[in-house]
């Protein structure tokens, strides 16, 4: 028996030694027979594969004589293989002129030739070989296409740099749907996830289920039993399916959500540690990132609604922010599902979407961006244009033209008996109930104190496009930064007038009598609060495109709040919509004011005709213009005043 053990560890060990040592033992031999024979190293390299030892090991064991013996296949070396080696290397680096050269000079010139190789590489440049000439008189076809290619590289950084600063340490919520996850852009859409960290953005990730979920019932044969009462059929369509309703979730079903939620999370985890990992794994501060997830929110449940029992369907209860912060501070992105536990230990199954504008709301997020999986965008019927911006009295006003409900405990609805002009009846299809929901819970998220919301369609780099670039590719939704600000009336007329006295009397502005007020009452817009004027503005369309903007003025109490810059955009956007993108102001003291939101010095030549026909050369105002092309450029003006 103690024979038979030993044997046995001896087979082991040689094993061992014939599989890991002495491959490269035997390279090293065969680098020692090259250079005997004058060949360079790289024909040891050859050699290997001339002839290839056969690890195929035979061993016989006679434990009567405890004897081992091992058999190798080939010989270690064939002298012939190496000749023929040497002979083909050599034919190859000789001309056919010097054909009839022996071996021996091929094996210098072989020689010869690998140490001047190896003096370049060593780095040696002759310095009566290097001359300086002006860099256009290169060849063009010498400059590498990236630097041939450079201003239009200069041009997208220099667009992108004031909005990777405006982003830097600022918190973003990304709600990924669980259709993304079969995407063929998934993985770049977790690079560009990691890049956004890595550009200084604070990343909170919640991810949903739903498609994973409802495939899986289905293959079970179980979506009858898990869906809520009341289902209508519109188009063959399940209704409750299309408006994303409350889902009742039973025991098997919460198993269900259990292992699918899970499956996403690990995709996206794996995912996305492997982006951060590509782009370095450090962010801004030099520290690495992990992607977190855990108990970071709480949940209660559903109830009962009208008799029906949702079980284990629940909505957010609170969110844990001071442990979401800790986690944030330590460099990490934090990573949320749809299942939330309860302090008493029950598990709920959360709309996703809900759950993201609550984090958001309750985190103070600067922004909230949903990813759509069909892919939609706003269109005005009226002249075909795009549509990139909505306010929130916008999205207000479309869900109640489309019919959606927002409910409180977390799930939206979407009454499909919409009639048009002509009486019909509008159904809404999949990709367009979609983006309603997703626009209903960017409204949510808003209210609850989020300042931006976007909706961006799942394509290669969308996500980057929309925040680092002007022209974006999504769909913005903002607060109503202008709330409070609305034309006057002849009942203002009073309030404005004491508004814009004191700097009357300093010389900042040109005297205005009451009743030039009420002649011109149409042109002035005037921000109130409590029916009080703290704010007017003046604003005058001319020929060519051009509108001026005048009497800006801001009661000092509310001064620093961002009224001015809200007073500006907002007839900036008014400009706009009329079909002007030149604005211009006249000013004698707030020049660097005008000059800080991107106006520029002009002169008397660039005003309109009939605006320069009143221009008042004693008081020698300085004119400064700004072109304004479209929405988007006042859209990232915003995000300096209104962090």
């Not at 992108?160 to 919520?173: E, F, G, M, P």
Request: charged share 20%; with cysteine; aromatic share 8%.
């Amino acid at each position: 028996m103690t024979l038979s053990i030993c044997n046995s560890t001896f087979r082991s060990v040689a094993t061992l030694f014939f599989i890991f040592i002495w491959p490269s033992a035997l390279i090293c031999v065969r680098q020692v027979e090259a250079f005997s024979l004058g060949l360079p190293s790289s024909t040891a390299n050859l050699m290997q594969f001339v002839s290839p030892p056969s690890f195929l090991l035979h061993a016989s064991v006679d434990e009567s004589k405890s004897e081992w013996s091992v058999f190798h296949e080939s010989p270690i070396v064939n002298p012939n293989d190496i000749i023929s080696a040497q002979q083909g290397l050599s034919s190859s680096k000789v001309s056919s002129n010097n054909s009839s050269s022996n071996s021996s000079s091929d094996n210098f010139n072989n020689n010869h030739e690998a140490v001047d190789v190896d003096k370049e590489i060593r780095g040696g440049i002759d310095p009566t070989a290097v001359e300086i000439v002006p860099f256009q008189d290169v060849d063009p076809s010498l400059i590498s296409s990236s630097k041939r290619s450079q201003p239009a590289f200069v041009r997208m950084f220099r667009g992108s740099a004031q909005y990777i600063a405006n982003h830097r340490n600022t918190l973003v919520i990304y709600h990924i749907p669980g259709d993304l996850l079969e995407w063929k852009g998934f993985k770049n859409l977790m690079d560009d996830i990691a890049q956004s960290w890595l550009l200084g953005i604070e990343v909170i990730l919640v991810t949903g289920c739903r498609s994973q979920l409802d495939r899986r019932l289905i293959s079970e044969k179980k979506m009858e039993q898990i869906k809520a009462p009341k289902i209508e059929l519109v188009d063959g369509i399940e209704q409750e399916m299309l408006d994303f309703g409350v889902r009742v979730t039973d025991i098997n079903t919460l198993r269900y959500i259990k292992e699918e939620a899970g499956h996403v999370r690990f995709e996206v985890e794996r995912q996305l540690a492997r982006s951060l990992r590509l782009h370095g794994g450090l962010n801004r501060n030099g520290c690495d990132g992990n992607v977190l997830s855990g108990n970071f929110y709480s949940a209660q449940p559903f109830g009962v609604v009208d008799g029906v029992d949702y079980m284990y369907t629940g909505f957010p209860r609170r969110v844990e922010v001071e442990k979401i912060r800790q986690c944030l501070a330590s460099n990490d992105i934090v990573l949320m599902t749809a299942l939330g536990a309860s302090p008493s230990g029950e598990v709920f199954n959360v709309n996703s979407e809900s759950l993201a504008a609550s984090v958001a709301g309750a985190m103070g997020a600067s922004k909230v961006v949903y990813f759509t999986v069909h892919g939609t965008a706003f269109r005005d019927k009226s002249n075909n244009k795009l549509i990139q911006n909505l306010r929130y009295s916008d999205v207000k006003n479309l869900l109640k033209h489309n019919n959606v409900k927002i409910h409180g405990k977390g799930f939206a609805t979407i009454d499909n008996n919409n009639s048009n002009k002509d009486g019909k009846t509008v159904h809404h299809t999949p990709a367009v109930a979609e983006t309603l929901i997703k626009l209903g819970w960017a409204m949510t998220a808003l209210k609850k104190g989020v300042k931006r919301a976007h909706i961006i369609a799942p394509t290669n780099g969308a996500l980057l496009q929309e925040l680092y670039t002007r022209d974006g590719s999504g769909t913005l939704i903002s607060r109503d930064l202008y709330e409070g600000i609305r034309p006057a009336n002849i009942n203002d007329i009073s309030g404005i007038y004491d508004l814009i006295q004191p700097l009357v009397n300093a010389g900042t502005l040109v005297p205005r009598s009451k009743a030039m007020l009420e002649k011109d009452i149409d042109t002035y817009y005037v921000y109130t609060r409590d029916n009080l004027v703290v704010a007017c503005a003046q604003i005058k369309r001319f020929e060519g495109g051009f509108t001026e903007i005048g009497c800006l003025v801001v009661d000092k109490a509310y001064r620093s709040q961002g009224r001015g810059d809200a007073m500006l955009g907002y007839l900036e956007r008014l400009s706009v919509q009329c079909g002007c993108s030149n604005v211009f102001v006249l000013s004698t003291q707030t020049m660097e004011w005008f000059i800080e939101r991107g106006f520029k010095l002009a002169t008397i030549d660039a005003l309109p005709p009939s605006r320069k026909a009143l221009y008042n050369y004693e008081r020698r105002s300085k004119i400064y213009m700004k072109e304004i092309t479209s929405d988007r450029d006042l859209d990232a003006a915003e995000l300096w005043w209104n962090r």
